[in-house]
């Protein structure tokens, strides 16, 4: 099992940047596949980024294509979102998620953090 913990979350004001860290503990990182969901008021989760194990390979979705950038650093356990140009539609709770498959599906992630609030006013 994987232990997953977020920080970096704040209030921005649009067009501004945030990074988010997800920092695991227990199991061997760099076995797991990580992702990072989102969760808006009133909104159902969704799908923001993941990256492969060894961090070759990432997809985002498309109305953060451009502007988020999910990256890995298996020496130090950790996983990154740096976010840039914020808008107010990305408000949401971030989590992160580790597991076996890699992909957009929250069902390939057995292990989920308990997230960090983002908040950007216009």
């Known amino acids: 099992q994987v232990q997953l913990v977020e920080s970096g979350g704040g209030a921005v004001q649009a067009g501004g940047s945030l990074r988010l860290t997800c920092t695991a503990s227990?199991?061997?990182?760099?076995?797991?596949?990580m992702g990072w969901f989102r969760q808006g008021p009133g909104r159902e989760r969704e799908y923001v980024a993941a990256?492969?194990?060894?961090?070759?390979?990432?997809i985002y979705a498309d109305p953060v294509q451009g502007r988020f950038t999910i990256s890995r650093d298996n020496d130090k356990n950790t996983m990154y979102l740096q976010m840039n140009d914020l808008k107010p539609e990305d408000t949401a709770v971030y989590f992160c998620?580790?597991?076996?498959?890699?992909?957009?599906?929250?069902?390939?992630?057995?292990?989920w953090g308990r997230g960090t609030q983002v908040t950007v006013s216009s």
């Open positions: 990256i492969n194990w060894g961090g070759g390979h990432r």
């Open positions: 227990g199991d061997t990182f760099a076995n797991y596949a």
């Open positions: 998620a580790a597991g076996s498959d890699y992909g957009s599906s929250a069902d390939w992630f057995d292990y």
